[in-house]
Nanobody
């Protein structure tokens, strides 16, 4: 399994970015995909996740209502649409996958995942 995360960049507060995570060696509709982030000096945080079997999603309280996780099954790609970005959203964002269909209570825990992408930097600054 290989994961390719992209879409990061520099954006002003209030702006938007869309991150992409393309998985190879991973069947469409299989498992669970999560987005995590890590800011300098902070622990990695589970931002959002999507269970592929039924589309179940979960979001951290800090991003609820601003971020949306979605999937393009034809491209085997999962997106994280990030709106109303704040400086505190600045971090390296990672996508991760597991072949297991996680319960929602576990899908934002990094130990639940088996494969990780390389990360993409998101910087929110004026």
């Amino acid at each position: 399994v290989q994961l390719q995360a992209s879409g990061g960049g520099l954006v002003q507060p209030g702006g938007s970015l869309r991150l992409s995570c393309t998985a190879s060696g991973f069947s469409r509709g299989e498992g669970t995909i999560g987005w995590f982030r890590q800011a300098p000096g902070k622990e990695r945080e589970g931002v959002s996740c999507r269970r592929q079997s039924d589309g179940g999603t979960s979001y951290a309280n800090s991003v609820k209502g601003r971020f949306t996780i979605s999937r393009d099954s034809a491209k085997n790609t999962v997106y994280l649409q990030m709106n109303s970005l704040k400086p505190e959203d600045t971090a390296i964002y990672y996508c991760a996958v597991t072949r297991r269909s996680l319960i929602m209570g576990r899908c934002r825990h990094d130990e639940s995942y088996d494969y990780w992408g390389q990360g993409t930097q998101v910087t929110v600054s004026s």
